[in-house]
């Protein structure tokens, strides 16, 4: 795919276009039964150091068919749409923004998401979901604490946030502490 970018774009093109025209069917037979709160895309274009693809191959082969999607999300009445894109996605917010996207995650710590510098960057303009370090539930409840009392409370009083983890619980994170960061998340977010 990533040769295909340069060695058959229409190719690329063709298969957007194509993808396009499937979700935008999608979307209008789903929308005539229930029109939904929010819609998922699961892009997972990035990885620990940005995107997979440069922003300008984004914008060229992919936002178009994206912003076309997005109008009809919209366009039926469906307010959120929700991106998820793993890893540093600092380069993809403003092209995601522009193509109608208002919500992402999971914003994963350990590429170097931090939600609070990102909200302040961009105020209210989109939710933020998640952003918080799943490694330290593996580490122990003290730590698990002093993540969720650094972020969460900033982030509720500013609104557009939904507490979670930067991705999946992992393994060997044992049940009590996982136990521990749920009550402790409801227990914050009531404060």
Known sequence: LMYALYDEPELVHGIMSDWRDFYIGFINRICTDVVPDFTMIWEDICYSSGPLVSPDNFNE?????????????????IKGVVVDTDGDCLKMLPIYLDCGANGFYPFEVQAGMDIVSIRKEYGSRFVIIGGLDKKLLAVGTEETKAEVDAKVPYMLSQGGYIPMLDHTVPPDVPYDNFRFFLDYVRKVSKA
């Open 61 to 77: 082969f992919m936002a178009p068919y994206l912003k076309d999607v997005i109008s009809i999300i919209k366009g039926n009445g």
